[in-house]
């Protein structure tokens, strides 16, 4: 994190773009878009193989995530290759998956987590 003082509630402008954040994240398969894109660079079908769904869902999913700006393109001849930009929203999703490793009890206290935010990507 920052190292900022710490405000008692946050401005109405933060609180936006927060809950627009967490707004894109509130669907499952966008999780596992942007985990899997977090990883490394992917086009539509390969997203759509790794995360169980089909191409036409995971292609209007990266739509909103480009538009939210959690998500560049990258066009190869044909081909249209995405990569997620954000590190915050990376961070924000690892805690948010390892949060829920001890909600189901595949982890509990101090256990490693397998979600980490690792290494920059962007921002």
Do not use: C
């Not at 596992?32 to 193989?49: C, D, M, P």
């Not at 995360?51 to 560049?72: D, E, F, I, M, N």
């Not at 206290?109 to 980490?116: L, N």
Request: glycine share 6%; aromatic share 6%.
């Amino acid at each position: 994190m920052h190292d900022e003082p710490v405000r008692p509630v946050p401005d109405d402008e933060h609180a936006q773009i927060a809950a627009d954040r967490f707004r894109m994240l509130s669907d499952p398969t966008r999780v596992k878009i942007l985990w899997a894109l977090f990883q490394g660079e992917s086009n539509v079908n390969t997203l759509a193989e790794n995360v169980g769904a089909t191409p036409a869902s995971v292609s209007q999913h990266l739509a909103k995530l480009r538009l939210a700006g959690l998500v560049r393109t990258r066009r190869e001849g044909t081909f249209v290759y995405y990569s997620a930009t954000d590190t915050h929203v990376h961070r924000l999703l690892a805690e948010s998956l390892s949060h829920a490793e001890h909600v189901t009890g595949v982890a509990a206290g101090a256990d490693a987590h397998s979600y980490r935010a690792a290494g920059p990507v962007g921002r």
